[in-house]
């Protein structure tokens, strides 16, 4: 969507993914885009229904993690916008994992035993438990690549207080113990996550979306350990297999890198593959709504004009 002007509004951020537009100095509105993100990369081609999925599927776990710490949801307006407070954010990606994969694995893999200050016990195989989960957090870029940062770098580049690191640190292994409670009632296991936090009146919220398949790695948990004992892939729902599309056509977002050419076919198979994941995830049937780009709009300004 292209930018638009609200009234009251003080100011616009396009990210990867998400448009987010500055209401006076307390609120925000939120658009989940159809953009489609990898590497740090935004693709060529958007993602029917994909913002949908996101907006509607962070706002279930929001409300559902909700008596687990504070966030910054106050409404959905329309089936991709979300209204809430205007937080101070942290400029750190708090990512909690569980499971041996991903980054954590390729990593691994290639001999690296400790990750972001993390240590990873030896002796285990892609997809694994960790013992307990591993906090290995990341500076937030507002542009390019964020970076590994142990917690001991963070707290002494003053990315928080040593109090307001303990608080998040407590909040992000909480939401993750949820989210897992959460994705094992669907027959699901929650791998791997990230989660923002920033301030509002002084207190420590969670920010962004959450538990999605753009920040989130889910496995099914029905005949996991026979696939472990084996040495079979995972079954998993997240964006990971658009990242080994990617990898198998010789894109990883490093410089000098064409992104290859994604077909109607496969964009469609991508498509979904998002709404397949809504419906594991939540139980619900997801309904897909074409609203128009003007219908949003004066969906958001009524939610503003109500206050």
């Known amino acids: 969507m292209a930018p638009h002007t609200f009234p009251a509004q003080t100011g616009f951020y396009r990210g990867k993914v998400r448009d987010v537009y500055y209401i006076g100095e307390q609120n925000i509105v939120m658009i989940a885009s159809d953009r489609i993100s990898a590497f740090d990369v935004i693709l060529p081609r958007p993602i029917p229904f994909k ?34 407070k205007r937080c101070q954010p942290f400029k750190i990606e708090v990512v909690v994992r569980g499971n041996l994969c991903g980054h954590a694995w390729r990593t691994y893999n ?19 438990f960790f013992p307990e989960p591993l906090i290995t957090p990341s500076t937030k870029a507002d542009e390019g690549h964020d970076e590994d940062i142990s917690e001991k770098e963070l707290l002494v580049q003053g990315l928080a207080t040593p109090e307001q690191w303990a608080q998040i640190r407590t909040y992000a292994l909480a939401l993750f113990a949820r989210g897992n409670e959460l994705a094992r009632k669907q027959g699901l296991i929650l791998a791997d996550t990230k989660y923002e936090f920033g301030l509002f ?25 026979g696939r472990q004992a084996r040495g079979e892939h995972q079954k998993q729902l997240s964006k990971e297999f658009v990242r080994e599309w990617l990898i198998q056509n010789e894109f990883m977002g490093k410089e000098g890198q064409v992104v290859p050419e994604m077909s109607d076919e496969w964009i469609r198979e991508i498509s979904e593959r998002y709404m397949e994941l809504y419906e594991k995830v939540t139980g619900q049937t997801f309904v897909p709504q074409a609203l128009s780009e003007a219908e949003v709009f004066a969906r958001i300004q009524k939610q503003l004009s109500a206050g």
């Not at 913002?51 to 991709?80: F, I, K």
């Not at 290639?110 to 694994?128: F, K, T, V």
């Open 201 to 225: 009146e002084g207190n420590i919220v969670l920010m962004d979306e959450i538990h999605t398949p753009d920040s989130s790695r889910y496995f099914h948990a029905d005949g996991f350990d």
């Open 110 to 128: 290639s001999g690296g035993r400790i990750l972001c200050g993390a240590l990873m016990p030896d002796g285990l195989r892609e997809n694994d």
């Open 51 to 84: 913002g949908q999925v996101l907006n509607q599927l962070a706002a279930y776990m929001l409300e559902a993690t909700r008596a687990v710490c504070p966030n910054w949801l106050l409404s959905t307006p329309a089936p991709n916008a979300a209204y809430g």
